[in-house]
């Protein structure tokens, strides 16, 4: 029977009344007394030298209160890096300055050089028409083969190269990677490209900034996925303004898939405004300003090679990538391709050697960084296609192969020849699940009815594995990181007996509201409906570095069940006192403090009211109240792994692909609540079947978006996805953190793309169109159609 | 968008006076066009007239001939429901867009705007309708002229489109991935004096008839009678979507279909 309540229940979401129902409160809806608008002057071009800015026609417009330009932010820091990279040959990566507000050069359409604060946002806008800037335009880098050529344009003069960092994963390997594939009996070698995406969050980027200059107190409500980072980035680097006196919000977020955990100039730009002028700055994105500078995802131009034995065993797989990096390093954007990347190239399988080269490339589009999945994407549709391709060479089966490659269940922890410990897992199971959810053993008949309706019919298979739950700060220290990646929750018991978590994880669509009650309210043996979850506002929350990297129940909330504990030890010392008996004797279960081997009990709720009406309180051994804070590091990454398969028609005529199964068989160890984790995987999959079939962002050669509305970038409908079979009953639970669990947010949009494309290439060639090997992403119906006739 | 006055006409007289006022001011259907284009401030007309409350611009009916109908400003959803003696007019107005787009859209708008992957091009050029505006009537064959560009001069509005009901036809459309717009739809109408063929979303003309085909299927309504025919990709429009072969390639394919589902 399922559970009705408590850890491992599906009770619905509870926010999901407020969001349905209109009554979500978005940074765009909280309207300051007096607040003023602004609006950004931005490049059309993608490459320039900025000759002058004319601001004074706009400063003499109706409503206008202030003009900005980079010039007023020369003094202040730029936005950074969170990580910092070393080149193979040990040199630091190049990290040129990027600025609230382009200063002498513009690097990108859309680089916003001004911005003009007004009454109105009409006013606002009509004012930045008015800003004449002579803007001298280069020519532009968009190839990212072509910026690192001799005599490229260059996105940063300073530097001198287009070169980010030559990253070697893991160097000491390389010699011996090399000896593997010179010598082994088959080699396989795929040019892939992993496909640019705009990440596209429902809810544009938004910003509203209140200065009080009675106490010189900030406010800052933003679209953020982690309010604490955010605050950190301006405090320590941006505006110097210090944490205590900037409060930064971030309300209800409709969707970030990543590109809400960053920084943006914006933010810093109506900070400083509203100091300037003494009242509320808003800034509120359109949806052609997401388009353009909300950071991008993916962007990799890969080659990989499998050496394995005749017999299908690997020997080594070693990759070299380009990784568009865009006009200006975002703030995870050298940590993905790198760390979040390399580290993955083992795959699920005990192959010996492993080297990867990452070259991250500035060019002159939109900065490109971490977006759902992050890296582990790029990594397993890599491996994913090139396992693939040699299986079809070798004859062998698809699934076999990988089958004879996996690490055993008897070899963890096991430590991947990527330089990862994984803790544990139990990849047959899942393929031997996934086999049974897509009937497999029906594939062949399925096929043959398609043929007869002049169809194609292809089934593809994948597996992945993926780490989470970001990150052992020791670790990530010693590989670049310049913050630490822990988190943090405070459980508060008010005197009637109901809580207050305040967690330091941001939920902008992942559940967090529904599924931490459920692990507290299971530990303390107490109705979930009495456990309220605070998030994103910094006045109101210890600390906390927000939600990505699916890290929030496996970091944050392990901080939560170890805040939680101490609530229970706290109690334990008050029942003692209560029941007059000594603290040891105490145990706690169900909701009920009793004395060991007696029938003498009190309640929970008796224990929260005695905590905060403490007459006859032993105050030297306890104090009042019960409120209790954990910090939690995690000792490890956590590895959810899955096996995905889909399968697909193509219509030989039009080229176009139909999706009609797709099955997920996710092990993302113990789970909190099976309906938001089926719910988080949906939402994966169709982020990652648009991927490969829809999500098409193009550059032309002078930089210009070409793909910079819904008119020509397909977002996935419902339409274009089937229903899918999700799976999470193979469970091996994370061996290293306390509910044993490892994040479920990312899986499907890691998992899917390799399938859909596998699938697609396993109908081709059923169609007797042997010469098609691969495809890039996405798969529209025109380049499969060119693929079949070319 | 920029600042501008909104009127609400009944009367066709009073709409066509409206537009003949000013040369700033633009005639308004169901916004879907406009009012996007407005947003992204690509235009600043001063004066926006709306036709969506002249009672004579609604609806569909039959005329005497026994041609349908439709007024000027008849939404995209009203044909879908209303159209019935048209199987395949209504089945192209269904598929236009999103339920918002229809309950908005309006046939005039579409024939006005004339969108090079738009729908309703290819049903009025492919039934051989009459375009009746406030000052004349033209023939379809007359009033496309390429890529948004029509017969219309300004200030003049359509105001009824008349469609002769074919024996049979059938629309095809092939969606655009993200506009699902056509990125190539074929509408075949076969008459008792001939067939028709009108293609959009593939030529950098807009939409125009095959009149190989056309020929072709006269003697013979089957897909076999165009297996041997080919347009060219030349001239064809080429983007991310779609190389102008590619469209030429899907002009042919959906023929056929069109033809076999018209039957
Ligand atoms: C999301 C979306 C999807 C769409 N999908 C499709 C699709 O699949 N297929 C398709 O064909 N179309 C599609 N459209 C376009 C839609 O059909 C519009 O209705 C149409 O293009 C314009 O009609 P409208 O009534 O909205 O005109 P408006 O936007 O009001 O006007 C368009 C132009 O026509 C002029 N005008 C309007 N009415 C008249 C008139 N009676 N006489 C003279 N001039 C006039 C206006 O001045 C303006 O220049 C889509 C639109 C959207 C927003």
Redesign the interface.
Known sequence: MPKDHGIGASPTRREDVRFLTGRGKYTDDIALQGQTYAVFARSQVANGVIKSIDTSEAEKMPGVLAVFTGEDFVDVGGNPAGWQINSRDGEPMKEPKRPVLAHGKVRHVGDAYAAVIAETE?QA?DAA?AIVAEIDEQPAVVDMAAALKDGAPLVHDEIETNQCFDWGWIEDNRAATDEAIKNAPHVTTLELVNNRLVPNAMEPRASTADYDPGTGDYTLYTTSQNPHLTRLLISAFVLGIPENKLKVVAPDVGGGFGSKIYHYGEEALVLAAAKKIGRPVRWTASR?ESFLTDAHGRDHVTKIELACEKDGTFIAFRTETMANVGAYLSNFSTATPTFLHGTLMAGNYAVPNVYVNVKAVFTNTAPVDAYRGAGRPEATYSLERVIDMAARELGIDPLEIRRKNFVQPDQFPFTSAAGLEYDTGDYGALVDKLEEMIDRKGFEARRKESEKNGKLRGLGVNTYIEACGIAPSNLVGVLGSRVGLYDAATVRVNATGNIAVMVGAHSHGQGHETAFPQVVADMLGIDENSVEIVHGDTSKIPFGMGTYGSRSLAVCGSAVVRATEKVINKGKKIAAHMLEASEADIEFTDGQFSVAGTDKSVGFGDVALKAYIPHDFPLEEVEPGLEETAFYDPANFTYPAGAYACEVEVDP??G?VTIERFAAADDFGNVINPMIVSGQVHGGLAQGIGQA??E?T?YDADGQL??AS??????PRADDVPFYSVDHSCQTPCTHNPLGVKGCGEAGAIGSPPSVVNAVIDALQSGGHTNVTHIDMPL???RV??AMNS | MYAFDIERPTRIADAVKLLSDSSESQPLGGGQTLIPTLKQRLAMPERLVSLTAIPEMQGVCKSDAGELCIGGATTHATVAAEAGDYPALAALAANIGDPAVRNRGTIGGSLANNDPSACYPAAALGSGATIITNAREIAADDYFQGMFTTALDEGEIITEVRFPVPEAANYQKFDQPASRFALTGVFVARFADGVRVAITGASEEGVFRWSEAEEALSKDFSADAIAGLSLSGDGMISDLHGSGDYRAHLAKVLTGRAVSAAG
């Open positions: 009409e806008r028409e052609s005529e039009t176009k079939l829809l098409n193009t070409i793909s819904y008119m020509d970038y397909a977002m529209t119906p025109s159609w060119s």
